[in-house]
């Protein structure tokens, strides 16, 4: 099984990568703040913290399944994520 510190890159490369693409969009398309890339970024921030907040907890029983669900949470948080920047490409 990997580390916790692995896991914990894994959610800040994956939640930096949308934000950074959230950017990129603003970016090239001249939308600098727009609401719908506030919003998701504000979701991928608040996704950052709950999975943080997951992986730091001390009081788990079992721990591997304990973090198998937080890397299923990051999977299915993300891929939300990932589908309303998709969106942002098409408007």
């Known amino acids: 099984m990997a580390s916790i510190r692995d896991l914990k890159k894994d959610i800040n490369f994956v939640l ?12 090239a398309t001249d939308n600098n703040g727009s609401k719908e890339g506030t919003v998701i970024i ?7 913290d709950n999975l943080m907040a997951q992986v730091n907890k001390k009081d788990v029983q079992d721990n591997k399944a304990h973090f198998k669900g937080v890397r299923a949470d990051l999977e299915t948080k993300s891929n939300k994520l990932i589908e309303a920047v998709n969106k942002l490409d098409t408007k």
């Open 16 to 27: 930096g990568d949308i934000i950074e693409a959230v950017y990129i969009w603003e970016a």
């Open 42 to 48: 504000d979701n991928a921030i608040e996704a950052f």
